[in-house]
């Protein structure tokens, strides 16, 4: 297979690796709470009709100054939580949980929750994990509160933002599996992430870092990258006979050698070059460090430059999903000769095509 041949089947993990949620009709009970204070940090909590025991919860942060409440009611992303058990939280005004706050802004963050569990009789809340998320400040967010409580955060991602509370956070934080995305046009804040990866792989981070091509300051395509990272974090951490019900909940710790490792200077050149933890062949503290090989593929799609062909189409459209749903994956004309086309769902194979049979560039799922 040549080289485009090769970009092209990067473009079809990309596509095919785009998180689709199926939606259900459920009712769920929203709980609003304001700490009062002089920057209006405001909190928004769903719980799910379907959800009786709040096993965790995914936080939707905001951007700087930002208002994303709303987002606590996203149909895709209260999907996302309901496959978990989980309640979103969405957040308003709050900032990157630095240190200097009387009272801290973190011990804000922990009364609001306190309250919430309160309000929604979940006292379990304030036991349950955290999967949180967001770009620009909200990305700030993520990283600060596994600063604050990495025994709390499943996994974390620092997007397209660098004012961080610790550029040198301790060793339980480093543990935490971890994602930094930056742009590749993003001229305030895109050295800022590389650097906080820099500066803390050799210390041990179980982090990768990506910057996003063509991208300044933008959501752009990260959440293909960042929630199935998740999703895959939750599924390996989260103890199958845990429970927040009476006690915390005790994530289980990833081992680095069972992780693959990123090449993170090969992203220009082609496909970015990842490899199994035990083959990968170069220095291994300062590769980006991914958890498992479905990630690694997802990665590769996502980092590597050049993309075979700038579009994609999907059947049903931008939108939810119900199950059961067929979904086809149809691709352009790729830019450069090519030879054949692979089609994956992260790491598994869906189709191949060859130039020679003439086949339509789709795969369905």
Aim: hydrophobic share 45%; with cysteine.
């Amino acid at each position: 297979m040549n080289i485009a041949a090769a970009k092209m089947n990067l473009l079809c993990w990309l596509w095919c690796a785009a998180l689709v949620s199926a939606i259900l009709p459920a009712r769920a009970t929203v709980y609003d709470f304001s700490l009062g204070d002089a920057g209006s940090r405001t909190l928004r909590l769903n719980v799910p009709d379907s959800v009786t025991l709040v096993r965790g919860i995914v936080v939707y942060c905001n951007w700087s100054n930002g208002d994303v409440r709303a987002m606590a009611t996203d149909p895709e992303l209260v999907a996302f939580a309901q496959s978990m058990g989980f309640a979103v939280l969405a957040t308003s005004h709050w900032t990157n949980f630095e240190y200097g706050y009387t009272p801290s802004e973190y011990s804000g963050w922990v009364y609001g929750l306190q309250q919430l569990a309160a309000l929604s009789g979940h006292p379990e809340i304030v036991r349950a994990p955290w999967i949180p998320f967001g770009v620009s400040n909200g990305g700030q967010m993520s990283y600060g509160l596994n600063v604050w409580a990495p025994e709390k955060v499943i996994a974390m991602a620092l997007n397209k933002a660098a004012i961080i509370n610790d550029p040198l956070p301790a060793s339980a934080a480093l543990h935490t599996p971890g994602v930094l995305v930056a742009g590749e046009l993003d001229a305030t804040y895109g050295a800022g992430v590389h650097l906080v990866f820099v500066n803390n792989r050799p210390r041990g981070a179980l982090w990768a870092w990506a910057e996003e091509q063509g991208i300044a300051h933008d959501t752009a395509d990260s959440y293909e990258l960042i929630l199935p990272f998740m999703a895959e974090m939750y599924a390996a951490r989260y103890p199958a006979d845990a429970s927040p019900q009476t006690d915390a909940v005790n994530l289980t710790p990833v081992n680095e050698a069972d992780g693959w490792l990123t090449d993170p200077d090969s992203y220009k050149t082609g496909l970015a070059v990842i490899a199994p933890y035990s083959t990968y062949a170069k220095d291994k503290s300062v590769a980006g460090w991914l958890p498992n090989r479905r990630l690694a593929y997802i990665f590769r799609a996502f980092a590597s430059y050049n993309k075979a062909t700038p579009t994609a189409t999907v059947s049903t459209g931008t939108g939810p999903v119900d199950w059961g749903t067929t979904i086809t994956y149809t691709i352009g004309q790729p830019v450069a000769p090519w030879t054949s086309i692979d089609f994956f769902e992260g790491d598994m194979q869906l189709k191949r095509v060859t130039f020679a049979s003439g086949d339509s560039l789709s795969a369905s799922l």
